[in-house]
T-cell receptor, first 112, second 113 residues
Framework: NAGVTQTPKFQVLKTGQSMTLQCAQDMNHNSMYWYRQDPGMGLRLIYYSASEGTTDKGEVPNGYNVSRLNKREFSLRLESAAPSQTSVYFC???????????FGQGTRLTVV | LAKTTQPISMDSYEGQEVNITCSHNNIATNDYITWYQQFPSQGPRFIIQGYKTKVTNEVASLFIPADRKSSTLSLPRVSLSDTAVYYCLVPTYSGAGSYQLTFGKGTKLSVIP
């Protein structure tokens, strides 16, 4: 029972490079989310997708794009990475009741 | 959006019961209260959820008074492995069957041998 799977686990980018973070869930959840967590802070919402085919901005969307490829997969793209995007990124999904979110193990991204 | 307030940190000795209280003064009638646990280098993990009175599962208990303006997470007989950050969160409905969680810094619990 995998839950929410993120790839890669670690990544180092140079400023200006692009990359896509992948996320997949196997719980048949409609809603999926991308968060970032900076040291000593709580998680902040970047984008979310209420259902397949829809995406909406969260608290800190600038510099990111997302794609809800199908019900299982929700990817996060950095088109031109900046050092300020150095962070740990978490993907999550939730069921319709809203009370329970399931998080992936995170992607630790460093932009130099 | 229900704002939550909880202590930044707590220390406890192994074997003690730990109670972490959270205030959520502007909680809406339909809102639930949830608690998550986060270990270093891991994603948050759901612990417990409640609406009112008391909820208990194999990990913790959650006490919610009648006015629902606060809640208390109770961890019985903590061990070193309970050292983590604990978040009190109120999921907010954002439409189309989707909810949002707004994280604060949580409570960093340190269990001392």
């Amino acid at each position: 029972n995998a839950g929410v799977t993120q790839t890669p686990k670690f990544q180092v980018l140079k400023t200006g490079q692009s990359m896509t973070l992948q996320c997949a869930q196997d719980m048949n959840h409609n809603s999926m989310y991308w968060y970032r967590q900076d040291p000593g802070m709580g998680l902040r919402l970047i984008y979310y997708s209420a259902s397949e085919g829809t995406t909406d901005k969260g608290e800190v969307p600038n510099g990111y794009n997302v794609s809800r490829l199908n019900k299982r997969e929700f990817s996060l793209r950095l088109e031109s990475a900046a050092p300020s995007q150095t962070s740990v990124y978490f993907c999550a999904s939730s069921d319709q009741t809203g009370g329970r979110f399931f998080f992936g193990q995170g992607t630790r991204l460093t932009v130099v | 959006l229900a704002k939550t307030t909880q202590p930044i940190s707590m220390d406890s000795y192994e074997g003690q019961e730990v109670n972490i209280t959270c205030s959520h003064n502007n909680i809406a009638t339909n809102d639930y209260i949830t608690w998550y646990q986060q270990f270093p280098s891991q994603g948050p993990r759901f612990i417990i959820q409640g609406y009112k009175t008391k909820v208990t599962n194999e990990v913790a208990s959650l006490f919610i008074p009648a006015d629902r303006k606060s809640s208390t997470l109770s961890l019985p007989r903590v061990s070193l492995s309970d050292t983590a950050v604990y978040y009190c969160l109120v999921p907010t409905y954002s439409g189309a069957g989707s909810y949002q969680l707004t994280f604060g810094k949580g409570t960093k619990l340190s269990v001392i041998p």
